[in-house]
């Protein structure tokens, strides 16, 4: 898609992240002009969120493209998010693809939003004020939803994302995530207690998400927020060196995202994202061929099918939940 430049607006939405020059760079290197690469740097999320918004209506191009500056992007990827936004029906006011996401072990929908522009007046309008939400961006979105603008989930792995990051934005994330992401306790803390053993990054996420769970204040998506600061200089941890521009090259992210292989807890308890062959964008059958052999050398013959069953009613189970909090 040669015609990036005049399609879309991107905006590095950042909190001052170590990887954001790196973000950036990549950014540029999947065919966007420097100039046509904003950069957003406020807090709280709201007014972030409402900035990016504004400039998008501003420059007024058909798209615009928010990047996490903790998201890294893999060549090709913006390229294809637009041409599966291109296929669209015209009500469709987000697109966004996924990620291998370093603290989840595997994909997951973070980072990337590609808005239509013409909505984003609606999307104004629809932004909560900072404490209704923990997730304003989701909730934005399921505000769109309701009032006819659906959004849409793309099985196009872009990136990668929360590789790099300093220890001080890895424990404030993690202090947020004990209250986005407490239904999965169960699986991150034993996830991040393992691998804490080789990788530093983990123990800094245990900690980061045990002072969550300890805090009786309110949590904000807001950098800002002096509780993170004063709890992690508790901690007493020599801060990771400035990362470097140049210092990871797109070719280097794309073979990260097409050899990724998560452990098998990742494979137990998101087993639909099995079937997604990543980077190629559609589910296939020899995708979801070699999960099931997967899952069967890690349950044995005699537990696929309690397996199976256990994520049908657990899947069942969660969605007839949030269709009842809605």
Known sequence: MNNLNQLATVIVRSVGERTEQLCRQLIVAQGFAPDNVATVNLTPFSAAFRKCCEIGIERDRRWTFCVDADTLLRPGAAAELLRQAERQAGEVCEIQGWIIDKLFDGPRQAGNHLYRTSMLPHIIAAIPTESVDVRPERHTLQRMHDQGFPWREVPVVLG??????????????????ARKHIRQTDYLIPLWRRKAEQDQDFLIAVKGFAGGLESLGETLIDASQPVYSELFSRLEIEEKSTLSAQSISPETIGDMVDHWHSGPEYRAKFAKRNQTQLGRGEPSSASFFQAFKKNLQDVGPGKILPHYAGWLLKNCGERMFKWSCR
Do not use: T
């Open 160 to 177: 990668i994302h929360d590789f790099e990051q300093s220890y001080r934005d890895l424990f404030r994330k993690c202090f947020v995530h």
